[in-house]
């Protein structure tokens, strides 16, 4: 090969090489819970052009993030569901959070996602149905928004297959937030600051599709923190395994001084993040004798299937749930597992919010739910006398709840 040719050649190869490492997105590792993912564009008040358009112009805000989720909700990490086609980014989150809670997404700018599903109530409403435009209710109780990142159909029957479609599933529902999907884009496409995100975030701007792709980028970033459960549940595992007396312990400390720190560790996380006697009781009972854990497992508490509790069974014309979506006849009566993690914080409770507390909850598994026809295999009667039903929503209200991240709630465009 002659050396101009050959100089050539290389060059252009230098070059493709550099094409195609610039294809390539850049990647930022964080852990959900714990990065300030959700507080917001810095500064105070409604947010300006200026401020929108600074934090635009941050590359790192455009990075796709690899996430990890906080201690005991990874154990679930296998389940994470991010499409393909909607990385999570800064920036994506930042334009969803606003998006969540801007009532100008409604017909009567009233009503927003955080209406139904509010931080200051578990991320769900403490009525026993969700409130839409003009006082209008359905008849199901609002799920809550939270670790929505490990779901893939959405809704207490699933009818949506992804958190992208549920997101804008309530702006165009008539008794939700009763607007019609091209108003609200024209409603979005009038704020400056809005129009700047959507153009910089997304190859085609503005579009519904978009608007739920960002809506549900800030909900997979909802997560909850670690519980007591999450430091005492490796505590019982390590007395399980090693069946250590105090007798045992000594000679631990001398024979496998390593072994030994791991459990005073684990004792001393234990200690931090405390659980009543009962709730300790009501752990064992969970996952024993309660058979709580059937349905509710894995690192979030949940199976991610569809069980008929009888739950408003006893009617005539009952609300037939999974079974509206799929015309399969097992799936009559039947609804989605919530996670349980932070469950103390969200009542009322089931599907249309008939219980309100955790213990008539406790109490109506106790008692096998309510006989019907499609009744979940699952379900049957559980025997506990009053102290261990105490006992198991001890460890529901205790060893359960963690923290949420902090969110800003205000500042929009």
């Given at each position: 090969?002659?050396?101009?040719t050959?100089f050539?050649?290389?060059?252009?190869?230098?070059c493709?090489?550099l094409a195609?490492?610039?294809?390539?997105?850049?990647?930022t590792?964080?852990?959900?819970?714990e990065d300030?993912?959700?507080t917001?564009?810095p500064?105070e008040?409604p947010?300006?052009?200026?401020e929108i358009?600074?934090w635009?112009?941050k590359?790192e805000?455009?990075h796709?993030?690899?996430v990890?989720?906080?201690?005991?909700?990874?154990?679930s990490?296998a389940?994470?569901?991010?499409?393909?086609?909607n990385p999570?980014?800064r920036?994506?989150?930042?334009?969803?959070?606003q998006?969540?809670?801007?009532t100008?997404?409604?017909s009567?700018?009233?009503i927003s996602?955080a209406?139904?599903?509010?931080p200051?109530?578990?991320y769900g409403?403490t009525?026993?149905?969700?409130?839409?435009?003009?006082?209008?209710?359905g008849?199901r109780?609002?799920?809550?928004?939270?670790n929505r990142?490990?779901?893939k159909?959405q809704?207490w029957?699933?009818?949506?297959?992804?958190l992208e479609?549920?997101?804008?599933?309530?702006?165009?529902?008539?008794?939700e937030?009763?607007n019609?999907?091209?108003?609200?884009?024209?409603?979005?496409g009038?704020i400056?600051?809005?129009?700047?995100?959507?153009?910089?975030?997304?190859?085609?701007?503005?579009t519904?599709?978009?608007?739920?792709?960002?809506?549900?980028?800030?909900?997979?970033?909802?997560v909850?923190?670690?519980?007591?459960?999450?430091?005492?549940?490796p505590?019982?595992?390590?007395?399980?395994?090693?069946?250590?007396?105090l007798?045992?312990?000594?000679a631990?400390?001398?024979?496998?001084?390593d072994?030994a720190k791991q459990y005073d560790?684990?004792?001393a996380?234990?200690?931090k993040?405390p659980?009543s006697?009962?709730?300790q009781r009501?752990m064992?009972l969970f996952?024993?004798?309660?058979?709580c854990?059937?349905?509710h497992a894995?690192?979030?508490f949940a199976?991610?299937?569809?069980?008929?509790?009888g739950?408003?069974?006893e009617v005539?014309?009952?609300?037939?749930g999974?079974?509206?979506?799929?015309k399969?006849?097992?799936?009559?009566g039947?609804f989605?597992?919530p996670?349980?993690?932070?469950?103390a914080?969200?009542?009322?409770?089931?599907?249309?919010?008939s219980?309100?507390?955790?213990?008539?909850?406790?109490a109506?598994?106790?008692k096998?739910?309510?006989?019907?026809p499609?009744?979940?295999?699952?379900?049957?009667?559980?025997n506990?006398?009053?102290?261990?039903?105490?006992?198991?929503v001890a460890?529901m209200k205790?060893g359960?709840?963690?923290?949420?991240?902090?969110?800003?709630?205000?500042r929009?465009?």
């Open positions: 090969m002659r050396p101009v050959r050539f050649t290389l060059c252009m190869l230098f493709s090489g195609v490492h610039a294809e390539q997105p850049k990647t590792r964080v852990n959900l819970g300030g993912l959700l917001g564009i500064g008040g947010l300006t052009e200026a358009q600074a635009l112009d590359p805000n455009h796709t993030l690899e990890s989720l906080p201690k005991g909700l990874d154990a990490a389940n994470i569901a991010i499409p393909e086609d999570l980014t920036a994506k989150i930042e334009l969803g959070r998006l969540y809670f801007d100008r997404l409604s009567d700018q009233t996602c209406s139904c599903h509010s200051d109530q578990g409403a009525t026993q149905f969700g409130v839409g435009v003009g006082g209008q209710t008849n109780n609002s799920p809550i928004s939270y990142i490990l779901s159909e809704f029957d699933g009818r949506a297959a992804s479609e549920q997101a804008v599933g309530p702006i165009a529902n008539p008794i937030m009763g019609t999907h091209d108003a609200c884009i024209e409603c979005v009038a400056p600051g809005y129009t700047m995100q959507f153009k910089a975030i997304f190859d085609d701007g503005l519904i599709d978009n608007v739920g792709k960002a809506l549900a980028s800030f909900e997979r970033a909802i909850t923190g670690p519980a007591p459960y999450d430091y005492w549940n505590l019982a595992k390590f007395k399980e395994v090693f069946a250590l007396d007798e045992d312990m000594e631990l400390r001398s024979e496998d001084p072994l560790d684990m004792v996380a234990a200690q993040h659980m006697e009962s709730a009501g064992t996952f024993g004798k309660a058979n854990a059937l349905c894995g690192g979030n199976d991610e299937q569809y069980h008929n509790l739950v408003g069974m005539a014309e009952p609300d037939l999974r079974f509206v979506v799929t399969v006849e097992k799936d009559k039947a989605k597992t996670t349980l993690r932070n469950v914080l969200s009542g009322p409770y089931m599907h249309d919010g219980q309100k507390t955790l213990e008539e909850v406790v109506w598994y106790n096998g739910g309510h006989k019907n499609w009744l979940s295999d699952k379900v049957k009667v559980l506990l006398t009053d102290q261990e039903q105490k006992d198991v460890f205790e359960l709840t963690g923290p949420f991240p902090k969110v800003e709630t205000n929009l465009p």
